[in-house]
């Protein structure tokens, strides 16, 4: 088989938008991460449904991933492929007090558009950063809110490439995960159902979540946001901090100064860097609490 990022035959000739040694840290919201070998970046299902059944036929191991804002790539890259659903699945269907849109579509963009519609709901998910379908297979959530609360039908494809449409209670929702992952499904668009709201109010409550973000979380610096789960009983950033681990760095990154659940790249950090002080806070805190942290960041590549 010709090795991944070769051009000795004409394999990929009908695969549209691929690329080779792609920099992933251009696709990370910690901006770290080696070469993929294979990068591929469809327009739409038809092509990636094409794209990853020719991986498949020639053997070769690929990844699908999104914003990239929950990603930590491996410094020596990542063999095989990735297939990254970006900004060309960016289109939004307004009806009334719903909005479907597709998984490229960034949370940011969306709690905006629902905000000039006066639809309320959304507010909540304004500062996460992501698109939809990374928010919808994790459940993505902050201040109260969580995409479970406003789903109301996804359409996936399924591990055979067939497109399927779950209602919100197939999609077996949970803290900080759903069916997706476990079922090797890929959301493609989701059903948002909203209601009626007075823009004042929904502007109001956007702008009073983004302040508390500005002065509570390190904005300014690349980072995967929350860096672990909130174990059963506890926060996680009071465990991280009563560990004496706040400000703590190894290389260059660091447990957030700002908070202690945040771990940032200040600008010269390797994904090695990060691994290790992930680890690093994993251990101490289960050594001093007996308590096991677990990441929402997510591992690619080797480590």
């Known amino acids: 088989m010709t090795q991944p990022g070769s051009r000795t035959d004409s394999w ?10 792609e920099p992933m840290k251009n696709y990370t919201s910690f901006k770290l991460g080696g070469p993929a070998d294979i990068f591929i970046e469809p327009d739409n299902v038809e092509d990636l449904v094409f794209a990853i059944k020719t991986l498949k ?15 930590l790539v491996s410094d020596q890259g990542i063999r095989g492929a990735v297939v990254r659903i970006g900004e060309k699945f960016g289109k939004v269907e307004v009806l009334p007090e719903r909005l479907i849109a597709e998984c490229g579509v960034l949370l940011s963009t969306l709690s905006r558009q629902a905000a000039k519609l006066e639809l309320a709901g959304m507010e909540f998910a304004s500062g996460i950063p992501g698109a939809v ?19 109301e039908w996804v359409d996936l494809l399924d591990k055979n490439l067939q497109m399927i449409r779950l209602k919100n209670e197939d999609m077996e929702f949970g803290y ?32 009073e979540l983004a302040e508390k973000r500005r002065t509570k979380q390190p904005l300014h610096l690349p980072s995967a946001g929350s860096t672990f789960k909130r174990p059963e009983g506890y926060f996680a950033a009071k465990l991280v901090e009563d560990a004496g681990l706040k400000g703590f760095t190894i290389g260059g990154a660091q447990v957030s100064p700002l908070h202690s659940g945040f771990v940032v790249n200040n600008g010269e950090a390797t994904a090695r860097d990060v691994y290790d002080l992930i680890r690093h806070v994993q251990k101490t805190v289960h050594e001093k609490f007996n308590v096991r942290l677990e990441t929402e960041v997510k591992l690619l590549g080797e480590f």
Do not use: Q, W
């Not at 990929?12 to 040694?21: A, F, M, Q, V």
């Not at 036929?57 to 990603?71: D, F, P, Q, R, S």
């Open 133 to 151: 379908g990374g928010a919808v297979a994790m459940n993505a959530g902050a201040y109260n809110g969580e995409m479970k609360d406003i789903v």
């Open 176 to 207: 900080r995960k759903s069916v997706v992952e476990p079922h090797h499904l890929i959301v493609i668009r989701c059903c948002f159902k909203l209601r009626k709201g007075r823009a004042e109010e929904i502007n109001a409550l956007m702008a």
């Open 12 to 21: 990929d000739s009908d695969i549209k938008n691929i690329r080779y040694s």
């Open 57 to 71: 036929a020639k053997g070769i191991t690929y990844h699908v991933i999104g914003n990239g804002t929950n990603l």
